[in-house]
């Protein structure tokens, strides 16, 4: 079926064919058919255009449990089941996800395939530490890896944007809980020198991150409100908490019902905002415990809050530097703040050790901005790009709608590697997208 597709950006807006399958028979079928081009996509919540291309194949109805270990934490599933189904089912048997980003909306194929990193990546790493194995249907066939079996076809499809094949199967770890709370720690930060201190001294925790205003200068630049916390034990909760531990969140959402107008987003909007984010914690530091959801994802109370960036969409830009390069994440936010393009949503983590073949996160920090779509904002963000690579960084492939190929192949040490072993299990280039197209990473230059 023809249709027009984007991913949570909305930038760009393609046409493609999209298919769907609810068994492996079904997807065989699909991969048998003459077409020029495939790519897997989950439920479209990378930003750019890593899952679009001539062909989509949707795994979303790929979506089944296979087995869950409850005594050992262990779970398998299909691809296409997203993170949020994965919680309603582990959470009261008190488990959680090992590694989970800033949305439960995402399938579990497309957390391999991005290889998604969270506020704990400095204690527990990327989704990738904690898979055992996974089945990937390849241009040779199905065939089932792991750290220790067909490795570089595991090492290429953990962070691959799908280019090895179409990732059909996972079984992973999940991590103990007690509750289904977390024991929060909030606490202002005056500027960014301050919050890159408090990062260090609260490293200890399991989990933080940091809202970040960037369009503060002088002595509040880079002004910050670090968030701690850890899973909370039964003896931290209260009242009704301490009655059903293990409760899941209610299910109250609201929603962003149509696409604002462009005007809405402006630099006295998103100044307003900040002051207004920053202003809500009157005191320095704010201790509780909340339900896990306003915890690892705030933004999920809020369906299609996409819709907030205008019919032209957004690109979120995420970079990570290394943890000595500290000089580039000032120079960055200086020459963001210069122009006066602020993000209502900046968000700094601390990554901890990872050499991986083409996964994103290095021990370092990394920030995630979004942009509305406007007159001139691609040569900015070519110039935050060259920022990125002078101090040694990279860019998201999930969260990428534009990156130059130059700027991909200079910045992942890899990326040879990467692509002699795509080349292997995709010897064709049947798995593509437009992205990987846009790299020359499915482009045959031989």
């Known amino acids: 079926m023809q249709k027009r597709l984007a991913n949570w950006g909305n930038y760009p807006v393609v046409s493609c064919e999209e298919s769907t399958f609810s068994r492996e028979d079904q997807l065989q079928a699909l991969l048998d058919t003459p077409s020029s081009s495939l790519i897997a996509r989950g439920n479209g919540r990378c930003y750019g255009d890593a899952s679009l291309g001539a062909h989509s194949i949707s795994t979303l109805k790929y979506d089944k449990v296979l087995h869950f270990d409850v005594a050992e934490g262990i779970f398998e599933c299909q691809a296409g089941i997203t993170l949020d189904q994965v919680l309603d089912i582990i959470v009261p048997k008190g488990w959680f996800l090992p590694v989970t980003p800033g949305t439960k909306f995402i399938t579990i194929g497309g957390a391999v395939a991005s290889d998604v990193h969270g506020k704990n990546h400095h204690v527990d790493g990327a989704f990738s530490n904690h898979i055992i194995d996974m089945e990937v249907i390849t241009s040779r066939g199905p065939l089932t890896c792991s750290p220790h079996t067909e490795a570089d076809l595991f090492w290429a499809t953990c962070g691959g944007m799908g280019l090895t094949g179409v990732i059909t199967r996972v079984r992973f770890r999940l991590k103990k809980i007690a509750t289904s709370y977390i024991k929060q720690r909030q606490i202002k930060a005056r500027n960014l020198e301050e919050v890159i201190r408090l990062f260090e001294e609260y490293k200890h925790y399991t989990y933080s991150v940091a809202w970040i205003d960037c369009l503060q200068k002088g002595d509040s630049f880079g002004r910050s409100i670090l968030i701690v916390g850890e899973h909370a034990q039964p ?183 990467f692509a002699e072993i795509v080349k292997q299990y995709n010897h064709t280039y049947r798995f593509r997208s437009l992205q990987s197209d846009r790299l020359q990473l499915t482009i045959n230059n031989e």
């Open 235 to 417: 003896e931290d909760l209260s009242g009704q908490q301490r009655q059903a531990p293990l409760q899941l969140p209610e299910k109250k959402k609201l929603t962003v019902p149509f696409n604002l107008p462009s005007f809405v987003l402006n630099t006295l909007t998103v100044k307003a905002f900040n002051w207004l984010y920053y202003a809500k914690n009157t005191k320095r530091e704010i201790n509780n415990v909340v339900s896990y959801e306003p915890f690892f994802y705030p933004l999920d109370a809020f369906l299609h809050w996409n819709r907030g960036y205008g019919k032209a969409g957004f690109v979120q830009y995420q970079f990570v530097l290394p943890l000595e390069q500290k000089d580039g994440l000032v120079a960055i936010l200086q020459r963001i703040s210069s122009k006066g393009w602020g993000s209502f949503l900046a968000v700094l983590k601390v990554f901890g050790k990872q050499d991986s073949l083409i996964s994103f996160p290095m021990e370092g920090y990394t920030l995630a901005l979004d942009f509305p779509v406007r007159k001139g904002l691609l040569p900015f963000l070519d110039e935050l790009d060259a920022l990125v690579l002078q101090y040694g960084g990279r860019l998201y492939l999930s969260k990428d709608a534009r990156m130059k190929q130059e700027v991909f192949w200079q910045s992942y040490p890899h990326v040879q590697r």
